[in-house]
């Protein structure tokens, strides 16, 4: 007897996957505005996370690479790629919301997207079409 895949829970590790991806090049697209023009992003008031805007630059730059490299894995419909990329979701949630006072609504964004990745890839990640 063949196990039948539901449509919406394929639907949604794929939009888990593709949004892993977006995730990722948007946050790495972050690092790189920090890294050309570290006066862009600027903090109004002291936060406990006080790093250099360059410093911030290369975090989210290589963050961004390792949610955009575990988007591209989790097409793969592999177990260790699911458990990647809701950690590297869980890793962009808290760097984004220690980034919070640089960039508010592009963080708010990006932790959102993360959360729906984490929902998708725990509740229907394993239905993806080999």
């Known amino acids: ?5 539901s449509g919406l829970a394929v639907g949604l590790t794929w939009f888990a996957g ?3 991806i977006v995730a990722g090049v948007l946050q790495a697209m ?5 890294l050309v ?5 600027v903090a109004g008031a002291k936060w ?4 250099d805007v360059s410093a ?3 975090i989210h730059l290589l963050i961004g690479i390792l949610v955009a490299l575990a988007g591209v894995f989790v097409f793969t419909g592999a177990v260790w790629a699911r458990v990647i990329g809701v950690i590297v979701a869980c890793l962009s949630i808290v760097l984004n919301f220690a980034w919070l006072p640089y960039y508010p609504w592009w963080s708010v964004i990006v932790i ?3 959360v729906f990745v984490i929902w ?3 509740a229907h990640g394993r239905e993806v079409v080999e």
Do not use: C, P
């Open 48 to 51: 406990v996370f006080e790093l």
């Open 18 to 20: 593709t949004m892993l």
């Open 120 to 122: 998708a890839l725990t």
């Open 1 to 5: 007897m063949t196990e039948r895949r």
């Open 37 to 41: 023009n570290d006066t862009f992003y």
């Open 112 to 114: 959102t997207l993360d």
């Open 30 to 34: 972050q690092g790189i505005v920090a």
């Open 56 to 58: 911030w630059g290369w």
